[in-house]
């Protein structure tokens, strides 16, 4: 069964041109925190540390493209 994630991740991979009007470190933060980046998907917390902002922070940059991908 594919999951919710998985579906979000192969939608970014082929919508990742549209979302251009986004700061690049809102897809660099979106590609670190599911794995994109390097196949291994990390925790909010290694992500904020990885990005030197707060594990809050990272959950926003995140939802934000989330919420990107599902308007289209």
């Not at 919710?4 to 979106?30: S, T």
Request: zero cysteines.
């Amino acid at each position: 069964m594919v999951t919710v994630e998985k579906k979000l991740i192969e939608k970014y991979k082929m919508e990742k041109h549209r979302l251009g009007h986004l700061q690049p470190r809102y897809l660099e933060v979106f590609e670190y925190r599911t794995g994109i980046a390097d196949g291994d998907p990390h925790t909010q917390k290694e992500t904020g540390k990885e990005f030197s902002i707060s594990s809050t922070r990272a959950a926003q940059l995140e939802a934000r493209v989330k919420y990107e991908l599902e308007q289209f």
